[in-house]
């Protein structure tokens, strides 16, 4: 729990100066005022989630009917094609029909004193989503806007972003800012996203510019610094906007507290006071003083222990900046998971989702079947009612279908996914894993894995980023793998189970918050999931745990699971029950946010 630490700076043009340190809890002395507070915070919840029983439409008529005809089904299931592997076009990319997605979910709370928050960030899912950050800011962003603050995200308009889910996008202004001497012409849209405001905004030059958000032949580090002050200037000089608060995610608008404080508050830019929220410190935004000149501020000023150096770096020549530290120093609040994330249960449920073939709740779990038949059948693995791709009158193949959705690096815990591979080809499951690798080398290994694994009947490897996929394994998987070395948060567990898929997680972070051993006796009302770090011994000497990272304890936790799976069926779907029933919603921790806001 160190990391999880809300440290309230109410500065107002004073600052803190955190001592910077490469683990992951942050010390923090205070410079001009007189107090800090610093605070733990937990949530867990146990409310139900609201999923409308109507949508998941399977009568088990249906359902027999279903089975009998294969291809195409009566209520529920309709006129569902099962997809294959040689389709023309894979199942994962045919035309869905918009979400519709409104902010009406969360309606029933509303916050007296509505503030205005903007949220200025690099990602917002789905239109421009790596990993959990676009997740979080929409599903906050939606939260708030529901509970009856008005929220806008500015987000660059990446040349990635596929146009067609904006709705009502128009541009709204022509405004110039500045970057390394020049002031660039640059235009403001408006558009609305799952019924978020968004401002989009799109420089002249070459920045974001690419097939993707991230890793374009552009220099990311200067885009952002770019991009961080854009988002100033549009508010002060094109539209006078001002906010109570002006929320930055991550290292990318790590300078916007800095350029708030010591350039447009001293204009005309008063109001607003500043939260960071650190989702991930791997990546800190390593910046030299010339570059974070380009932006307009003077870099040596801020080369100083109590700003922007990278303490790690004092005495290396040259020293380095890091844009994650001086928005540390330079925000009113920073919050680093000190409050758990939620997921978005409008995006992120299976008796709506615009993704599945058939839809399913927590009652009426029974379409969460179809789509792993669609699933297996659309990636070529054997399915229930086949086996050696030959009909099977009789459903006999029970394979456990694990999931792992991920991006592939280190803190994933890659030898475990490369090992759950094995692992579960003997014990005869199936596993699919959808990951997309930034690093080289990691991508090579994985290919590698691929090209061994992807003709057969029970791994697929699928090195890409398909949301619209990753809504399918999810709704097919029988289990979610979460390995991870580190995890601040995670949010494929919460949304594993929000689909009806048990967590087999690392007991770390936010996984260990989030998910409770099934054999952990003292934990029994809350069990969901299995924790990598408890092994077999659990059952024999109660309580011994053991704590690693190592391919053995993996093992056990798959063992267990796949145990249960197979022996103890009802107890099984009774599990799938609990965890679809999890609150791992906004609706709690959303009003955490709103108090933040407040108290500064
Ligand atoms: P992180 O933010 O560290 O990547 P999280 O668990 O917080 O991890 O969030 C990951 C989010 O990104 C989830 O919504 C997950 O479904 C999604 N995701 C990760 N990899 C992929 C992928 N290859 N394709 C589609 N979605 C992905």
């Not at 146990?46 to 089975?67: C, D, R």
């Not at 128009?170 to 235009?187: A, E, F, L, M």
């Not at 770090?533 to 309580?543: K, N």
Request: aromatic share 10%; net charge neutral; with cysteine.
């Amino acid at each position: 729990m160190g990391s999880r630490v809300i440290m309230e700076c109410a500065v107002g043009g004073k600052f803190f100066s955190p001592i910077f340190s490469s683990t992951r809890s942050v010390a923090v002395e205070k410079r001009k005022l007189p107090s800090l507070h610093k605070k733990i915070k937990f949530c867990s919840s146990k409310f139900k989630i609201q999923a409308s029983q109507a949508e998941a439409h399977l009568s088990p008529e249906a359902e027999l009917q279903a089975e009998k005809r294969g291809s195409s089904t009566g209520v529920g299931v309709g006129e569902l094609i099962w997809p294959s592997p040689s389709d023309g076009t894979p199942f994962w990319k045919k035309d869905f029909p918009s979400s519709g997605v409104s902010p009406e979910v969360f309606a029933d709370v509303k916050d007296s004193d509505p503030k205005h928050i903007i949220h200025v960030t690099a990602e917002m899912a789905p239109i421009a989503k790596v990993g959990g950050l676009g997740d979080v800011v929409t599903g906050l962003a939606r939260a708030c806007l529901s509970r009856g603050h008005t929220v806008d995200i500015m987000l660059p308009f990446y040349e990635c972003i596929q146009k067609q889910h904006i709705k009502d996008l128009t541009v709204i202004t022509k405004y110039n800012s500045y970057h390394d001497g020049n002031w660039v012409p640059t235009t403001a849209y408006r558009g609305v996203v799952s019924g978020i405001p968004v401002i989009f905004i799109e420089p002249s030059n070459l920045f974001f510019k690419g097939q993707y958000v991230y890793g374009g032949s552009y220099n990311e580090l200067e885009a952002y610094l770019f991009f961080s002050r854009a988002c100033l200037e549009w508010m002060q000089q094109v539209t006078s906007t001002q906010p109570d608060i002006i929320h930055v995610h991550e290292w990318q608008t790590g300078a916007l507290p800095l350029l708030y404080w010591d350039i447009y508050h001293h204009l005309s830019l008063k109001k607003p006071r500043i939260v960071l929220t650190i989702h991930n410190m791997e990546h800190y935004g390593e910046c030299s003083k010339e570059q974070l000149s380009k932006s307009g501020l003077e870099g040596s000023v801020y080369a100083s222990i109590d700003k922007a150096v990278d303490d790690r770096t004092i005495g290396h020549n040259p020293e380095r900046l890091s844009l994650l530290k001086g928005g540390i120093v330079y925000s009113n609040a920073v919050v680093y998971f000190g409050i758990l994330n939620g997921i978005d249960i409008t995006m992120w449920n299976p008796a709506t989702d615009i993704f599945l073939p058939v839809k399913f709740n927590d009652q009426k779990p029974e379409g969460k079947k179809f789509c792993k038949y669609y699933v297996q059948r659309g990636l070529g693995l054997a399915s229930e009612g086949t086996q050696d791709g030959n009909h099977v009158p009789d459903i006999t193949y029970k394979a456990p279908l694990v999931v792992c959705i991920t991006r592939l690096v280190p803190q994933k815990g890659l030898h475990l996914i490369s090992h759950a591979i094995k692992h579960i080809e003997e014990l005869g499951g199936q596993m699919v894993i959808l990951g997309k690798a930034s690093d080289v080398r990691v991508q090579t290994e994985f290919e590698g894995l691929a090209k061994l694994h992807n003709q057969g009947p029970c791994i697929r490897i699928l090195l890409m980023f398909s949301d619209e996929l990753s809504h399918m394994l999810y709704a097919a998987a029988d289990m979610v793998l979460v390995p991870s070395i580190y995890e601040p948060c995670g949010l494929t567990q919460m949304i594993g189970m929000r689909y009806g898929a048990v967590p087999v997680v690392r007991k770390t972070g936010g996984l260990a918050d989030t998910v409770f051993d099934m054999d952990d006796q003292s934990n029994h009302n809350k069990a969901n999931g299995y924790s990598i770090c408890v092994c077999i011994y659990l059952f024999i000497f109660d309580r011994f745990v053991f704590e690693g990272i190592d391919e053995g304890s993996l093992n056990c936790a798959l063992d267990r699971a796949f145990t249960y799976f197979r022996e103890k069926p009802d107890e099984w779907n009774g599990i799938i029950k609990k965890v679809m029933e999890v609150d791992n919603s906004w609706n709690n921790t959303a009003g955490k946010y709103v108090e933040l806001y407040h108290s500064i």
